[in-house]
């Protein structure tokens, strides 16, 4: 069982940054794709960010290309999303989410675990 929390998220002006974290803890060593997702208000959940942990590679989603980052530190078990030029449609609740191997990287329902999210508003 793996338990994921996010933190990190908050208001911001557009332009701004914000460095979203997610803690993992649990059978971790399972776990081979860790990803972004976010879910803004009457919308569906959607992928921003993936990172593969065998080799470290990275996908966005095009709303996220050339400004965001995703990175992870296996040593704390912590993955991080590094956001930056935040437009007001960054608007969401961000969640971290966990999969051993999905078959499609940016689909939500192949994450077998995830975090309760955390709010990132963009004025």
């Known amino acids: 069982h793996v338990q994921l929390v996010e933190s990190g998220g908050g208001l911001v002006q557009a332009g701004g940054s914000l460095n979203l974290s997610c803690a993992a803890t649990?059978?971790?060593?399972?776990?081979?794709?860790l990803g972004w997702f976010r879910q803004a208000p009457g919308k569906e959940r959607e992928g921003v960010a993936v990172i593969t942990r065998i080799d470290g590679g990275t996908q966005y989603a095009d709303s996220g290309k050339g400004r965001f980052t995703v990175s992870q530190d296996d040593a704390k078990n912590t993955l991080y999303l590094q956001m930056n030029s935040l437009k007001p449609e960054d608007t969401a609740m961000y969640y971290c989410?966990?999969?051993?191997?999905?078959?499609?990287?940016?689909?939500?329902?192949?994450?077998?675990?995830w975090g309760q999210g955390t709010q990132v508003t963009v004025s």
């Open positions: 649990g059978k971790t060593n399972i776990l081979n794709c």
């Open positions: 989410a966990a999969d051993p191997l999905p078959a499609h990287i940016f689909m939500p329902k192949e994450y077998t675990s």
